[in-house]
C-alpha cells in the first residue's frame, strides 16, 4: 500500500486535507455577507484531497539516489525563500494584505537573482493590488488591511 513515495506523500496530504476541511468548516458564519469566510478554505481543502487522490495513484519516476537531494549550493536559496515567507506570514495581520505582499515579491524576485528592479516593482505593485480588488470587490471577502484604511 505504501510501497512508492508518491503513495506515502498523498496519504500525508490526504490526512492534512482531512485536518484543513474540519478546521475550514468550523469557521464563523456571517449573515449578511454574500460569500462566507469558509468558501476560499473549504474550496481549496476539496482541492488538496483531490489531488493528493490523484497523486496517489500517479506512477513514480525512477531516480538515481542522487537526484533526491537539494544541491547543497541551492540550500541557502530554499532557507532564503522559506525565511521570506515566515516573515511575510508574521506580517501579513500588522502591515497588512496589500503592503507586505508587495514586499515579499518584490524582495523575494530579487533574492530569486532577478535584476529588472522597475518590471520587479511594476508587477509586485499591480498583482497584489488585483488580488486585493478581486477578493474586496467581487468576492466581498476581506484581507487584512493593516495599516491602509481601505
Known amino acids: 500500500m505504501f510501497n512508492t513515495t508518491n503513495k506515502k506523500v498523498s496519504i500525508f496530504l490526504i490526512l492534512l486535507g482531512i485536518i484543513y476541511l474540519i478546521l475550514s468548516f468550523r469557521l464563523p458564519k456571517y449573515a449578511y455577507v454574500p460569500v ?72 523575494c524576485s530579487m533574492f530569486l537573482g532577478y535584476k529588472r528592479y522597475v518590471i520587479n516593482g511594476i508587477v509586485s505593485l499591480v498583482i497584489p493590488t488585483l488580488v486585493y480588488l478581486l477578493f474586496d470587490s467581487f468576492l466581498q471577502i476581506q484581507l487584512p488591511s493593516g495599516i491602509l484604511l481601505f
Not at 55 to 79: G, M, N, S
Not at 99 to 107: D, I, R
Open 36 to 107: 462566507d469566510s469558509d468558501l476560499v478554505p473549504i474550496c481549496l481543502g476539496f482541492l488538496l484531497l483531490i489531488l493528493a487522490g490523484i497523486l496517489y495513484f500517479t506512477k513514480d519516476q525512477e531516480k538515481k539516489a542522487d537526484d533526491e537531494r537539494i544541491p547543497k549550493k541551492e540550500l541557502p536559496i530554499v532557507l532564503g525563500v522559506i525565511g521570506l515567507i515566515v516573515i511575510y506570514i508574521f506580517l501579513l495581520e500588522i502591515i497588512g494584505f496589500v503592503l507586505v505582499s508587495v514586499l515579499f515579491l518584490f524582495f
